[in-house]
């Protein structure tokens, strides 16, 4: 009855820890984008012609920093394309007006994010200004459907080896 008892608690005091844990990278995830709503900010538009599972809350970085964070996500039914509304810091206001947006793609398997390369007009962004030119997600999917379409095509347009010849 001992020995039962022990891993009972072993096994109790693991999934405890467990959701624990779960529970504290959850706070952790969540709370950095509340932190930046409240700071003062401006909201900026861009059109793509496909976002790939961009999330409301990315991260919005240049060079590697963040600067804002994706506000809304939602679909123009007259262009086809989503619309991404990114809520910019304040403090981060001579961003030149003819940047470009990207959709990236943090780490291998990582969620998305919107990277910005500043342009070099002498006017900035300001709020509810639109970024004309924008690329969208590198979507994985795709690369491998092409790769096996060509690997399928160029096994079919190989020639078939010849037979040999018998030599008398």
Not at 33 to 56: C, E
Not at 134 to 157: H, P, R, W, Y
């Amino acid at each position: 009855m001992g020995k039962s008892r022990a891993l009972n608690l072993g096994t109790g005091s693991f999934v405890l820890l467990g959701f624990a844990a779960l529970f504290f990278l959850t706070t952790q995830t969540t709370s950095r984008g509340l932190s930046f709503a409240s700071q003062p900010h401006y909201d900026v538009t861009a059109k793509f012609d496909n976002i790939g599972d961009l999330k409301v809350g990315a991260p919005v970085s240049i060079a590697g920093v963040e600067v804002g964070r994706v506000a809304k996500i939602s679909f123009d039914s007259r262009e086809f394309k989503a619309v991404v509304v990114m809520s910019l810091n304040s403090r981060y206001n001579q961003i030149p007006a003819d940047s470009d947006a990207s959709i990236y793609t943090q780490g291998l398997l990582g969620g998305k994010y919107v990277g910005l390369a500043p342009g070099g007009a002498d006017t900035y962004l300001k709020d509810k200004d639109h970024i004309d030119v924008t690329f969208s997600a590198f979507v994985l999917e795709n690369l491998i459907g092409q790769l096996a379409a060509n690997f399928i095509k160029g096994k079919s347009d190989a020639p078939t080896p010849a037979a040999p010849e018998k030599t008398k």
